[in-house]
């Protein structure tokens, strides 16, 4: 999100064209978006939104190929855009190098005539079309600013996890965009959830679906354009179509006044609540792995919680879907061998801290020298240790390894430690 500055206009026009996305055809899908828009002949201001990897579909064998042509795509967009006077929205792959190599995420870009004005990264990735071999998933999701005002993203399988728009419609958002490629078989389960994300979150929906077939997959099309009561504005059958509708922000301005479903988030919960007791939490951890849920194991002392500390358990948090942080009692951290003035911090206000970090679903406070008999019991599908701890070395890794799970060690953040923070503090 460039800025958080919404200059909305009274009113605009929202769209979409839907086609058969062509596998592997980037020339024959640009042909067909020219052409879907010169009949369409719409005029600004406005937005139009495409289907998910609209250029080239999931064509896995070439995807590196195909990412690399983003750019020239995105200029094209960009021409297009400018030609009409509006946006354009629509997800592409995207390649990122990085130390290690390269990822690719499954990307929404939103183009107006000067530029890309912002992207979201698909954040739930489809395994069973094996999105997940293929794509890395995004993170931290925020709606992009336009003309138009603050627009909101999602990508396909994303639409079924209600989260993900009510945080962008929580910072702003008055129109979220959902670019897809959604089979027809769930159909109705399509059209159910975009009716559900316009009306919980009391914003204009505009969701682009694919119609057509590749293999032995047809897409359900149906593409929709709802209005903030859920009002259904334009829908289209299941093949090629386009839609182009007036929107008036203030029919959204209207229905919060009258009742709000997205500004009041009171807090809830208690984080004293995430300290738990082993044989509490091994039950529960039970019934998280019943619903598909990884649990992600770490431990530490965390006398003095610092950046290090934070930055660690973030990464940690993001290699599942639940994080559980065993935090070594105060004769445990003695037992280390750290001083006889450590720990600084009790125990109970060390997990205390701990509980009250967003990224942490669960603590437990352990008394053994390792936490050997935390993890052969919770048994984690992740074990996580910090810094350059070879995985041979890690406690609990070969049980894990042996039950299919992963071990990491996560480098910690540089300059930063208990040890270092106190020998600050002695010389002040």
């Known amino acids: 999100m460039k800025n958080i500055i919404d200059p909305t206009p009274v009113r605009y026009q929202a769209g979409f064209f839907q086609f058969d996305v062509q596998l592997a055809e980037p020339e024959a899908n640009l042909a067909a978006v020219r052409a879907g828009l010169a009949r369409l002949a719409p005029t600004g201001p406005g937005i139009i939104v495409l289907p998910e990897l609209w250029s080239c579909g999931f064509a896995y064998e070439r995807l590196q190929h195909f990412a690399l042509q983003t750019v020239e795509v995105l200029d094209e967009m960009q021409r297009l855009a400018g030609q009409y006077g509006i946006y354009l ?9 990085t130390e290690v190599g390269g990822a690719i995420y499954n990307t929404l870009y939103i183009v107006g005539p000067d530029g890309v004005a912002g ?3 698909k954040q739930q990735l489809f395994a069973p079309m094996a999105e997940d071999q293929h794509f890395t998933a995004g993170d931290n999701p925020q709606p992009v600013a336009t003309g138009l005002g603050l627009v909101a993203g999602l990508v396909c399988y994303d639409l079924r996890f209600p989260e993900l728009a009510k945080a962008q419609a929580g910072v702003g958002a008055g129109l979220l965009v959902v670019s897809a490629q959604w089979p027809a078989m769930r159909r109705e389960h399509w059209r159910t959830l975009a009716l559900a994300r316009a009306i919980e979150n009391q914003l204009f929906v505009v969701a682009c679906n694919r119609c057509g077939v590749t293999g032995k997959t047809e897409f359900g099309g149906h593409s929709l354009i709802i209005g903030p009561d859920g009002a259904v504005l334009a829908e289209a059958g299941a093949g090629e179509e386009s839609a182009w509708v007036m929107i008036e922000p203030g029919r959204r301005q209207e229905l ?4 709000n479903t997205v500004g009041p988030t009171p807090y809830r919960f208690a984080d004293q609540n995430k300290i738990m ?10 019934r998280y792995r019943e619903v598909g849920r990884k649990v992600v194991f770490t431990n530490g002392c965390f006398d003095i919680l610092h950046q290090g500390h934070v930055t660690y358990l973030e990464q940690a948090r993001r290699e599942g879907d639940c994080l559980v942080v065993g935090v070594n009692s105060d004769a445990s951290v003695r037992a280390l061998g750290k001083g006889d003035d450590r720990p600084v911090n009790h125990e109970q206000s060390r997990a205390r801290i701990i509980a009250a970090l967003g990224c942490v679903d669960h603590v437990l406070i352990f008394s053994e020298e390792t936490p050997f008999r935390l993890i052969t019991t919770l048994r984690p599908e992740v074990l996580v240790k910090g810094g350059d701890w070879p995985v041979a070395r890690i406690v609990g890794a070969p049980e894990v390894l042996a039950a299919g799970g ?3 060690s996560i480098p910690l953040v540089e300059n930063y430690s208990t040890t270092s923070l106190l020998k600050k503090i002695r010389a002040l």
Request: glycine share 4%; net charge negative; hydrophobic share 50%.
């Open 89 to 97: 929205a629509g997800s592409l792959p995207e390649e990122v190098l």
């Open 119 to 121: 992207s979201i990264r």
């Open 256 to 259: 919060r006044q009258r009742f």
């Open 277 to 286: 007791e082993l044989e509490e939490l091994a039950a529960l951890t039970a």
């Open 406 to 408: 992963r071990v990491l």
